[in-house]
């Protein structure tokens, strides 16, 4: 992990871009973290339009989890931001626009071809970023991960042990394969579902959370669409992450 720039913010939190190999990341932490304090840490997920056009709504985030005592921190997907473009990945966004502007179904194929890909190739460089940031003296754990594509944060809660929680939102397309997947979480989960988004599958929504295994899970479905949530609904996922990461 190399990092490239540092600032604080008007808050006192400080936000480190770094680099982790070609991954550009940013992590935000609390002006209270120090060796001798280490702070829990929130893996901020996002969708693949690049960290800069997504830069408000994570720092935002970030900033609201420091206010609680957590650091947060997030990277680049791959094909997205400045990383390389990915051929693969680009038919598939193209495909998809192609299939809702005819306003055709989004069939599995294409949802397969669009996410499938991006979960496999992701999720190792989550892990590698986790090590990373948890090797610093400030970073103790415990971990969650909020948000972002909710196939990747299905993977990392089956196979990254030291993800606690997650709070995951149900507004991206979900193949089929991530269901039997599903079955396999058993960590808490708080899933936000905005029942207007125009861009989901309600249903499929419905059944993955239906899906997953673990105990404690609950649903909040709020009207509106995909960029309407409302603010007490991320009183309510903070809440949920005081709760396990303290």
Not at 124 to 141: F, H, K, M, R, T
Not at 143 to 150: L, Q, R, T
Not at 214 to 240: I, R, W
Request: hydrophobic share 45%.
């Amino acid at each position: 992990m190399h990092f490239t720039s540092e600032q604080r913010l008007d808050d006192g939190v400080i936000e480190r871009e770094f680099t982790l190999g070609e991954i550009p990341g940013i992590l935000w932490t609390p002006a209270s973290a120090s060796a001798s304090a280490p702070v829990p840490l929130i893996l901020l997920g996002h969708p693949p339009l690049g960290l800069r056009k997504m830069y408000p709504r994570l720092a935002g985030r970030a900033r609201l989890a420091a206010a609680d005592g957590f650091a947060a921190a997030t990277i680049e997907l791959p094909g997205s931001g400045d990383r390389p473009r990915w051929a693969a990945a680009e038919q598939a966004r193209a495909d998809l626009r192609r299939a809702m502007e005819a306003g055709e179904r989004v069939g599995d194929e294409i949802i397969d071809a669009l996410i499938l890909p991006l979960v496999e190739k992701s999720v190792p460089e989550w892990q590698a970023a986790l090590d990373a940031v948890l090797s610093l003296p400030e970073i103790g754990g415990p971990v969650a991960y909020s948000g972002g594509v909710i196939s990747i944060g299905v993977r990392l809660a089956v196979v990254e042990p030291r993800i606690v929680a997650a709070g995951l939102f149900a507004g991206s397309f979900v193949p089929r394969a991530m269901f039997e997947e599903a079955r396999q979480v058993t960590i808490p989960l708080h899933v936000l579902l905005q029942w207007d988004d125009e861009g989901n599958d309600r249903q499929a929504a419905l059944e993955l959370f239906d899906a997953f295994g673990s105990k404690e899970k609950s649903l909040h479905a709020n009207m509106g669409g995909h960029t309407g949530v409302p603010q007490f609904a991320g009183d309510a996922v903070a809440q949920f992450f005081t709760r396990h990461l303290k």
